[in-house]
């Protein structure tokens, strides 16, 4: 067997030694002293708030086609904004997903912007539309807390071991 498919068992969660594979129980696992859960957390945020804004798009579209007093075209830079935004977003999400410190800071600015979002609904007209303002200001300020919680910051390090059930490169085995 070449050393190269030996690499490749390696990532399936086979540990690899100089006379073959040895079997998934003697596996090595990695003992994780920093809770995984901040960092999941930010990551479904991310993940959802990408999301929330693709559907976002997908509405404005959709009500620029159906309104008589406008177009697609006049709403056409809006949709190209909000879509700079949601990849913006899912560019963040997969700097959170491979642990890349770099990725806490415009975590926090996209957190607080979330929550000042939050709160312009918020103060809208109509129950549903303060339904609406409450959930994603709570996500602001959830995703915020999260983002100053040390467990959070260094989990985004790449110093000590990786948090449960990832390895070293934030692949699940």
């Avoid at 830079?77 to 999400?93: D, N, Q, R, S």
């Avoid at 007209?125 to 100053?148: E, P, Q, R």
């Amino acid at each position: 067997m070449g050393a190269g498919a030996l690499a490749g068992l390696g990532m399936w969660g086979w540990n690899v030694h100089q006379d073959g594979p040895c079997s998934r129980a003697a596996r090595v696992e990695h003992v994780s002293t920093t809770p995984a859960w901040p960092l999941r957390l930010a990551i479904v945020l991310a993940g959802l708030e990408t999301v929330g804004i693709v559907v976002f798009i997908i509405a404005i579209a959709i009500a620029a086609r159906s309104s008589q007093g406008s177009t697609v075209t006049a709403t056409g830079p809006e949709i190209a904004i909000y879509g700079v935004f949601a990849l913006l977003m899912a560019w963040l999400t997969f700097g959170l997903v491979r642990r890349n410190p770099l990725a806490r800071t415009p975590y926090l600015i996209a957190q607080l912007f979330v929550g000042i979002i939050g709160y312009t609904v918020l103060v809208g007209d109509g129950v549903f539309t303060k339904m609406v303002g409450a959930l994603i200001l709570a996500v602001g300020v959830v995703g915020t807390v999260n983002s100053l919680m040390p467990s959070f910051v260094q989990s985004l390090t790449n110093e000590g071991p990786p948090p449960e059930g990832q390895d070293d490169a934030g692949r699940h085995p």
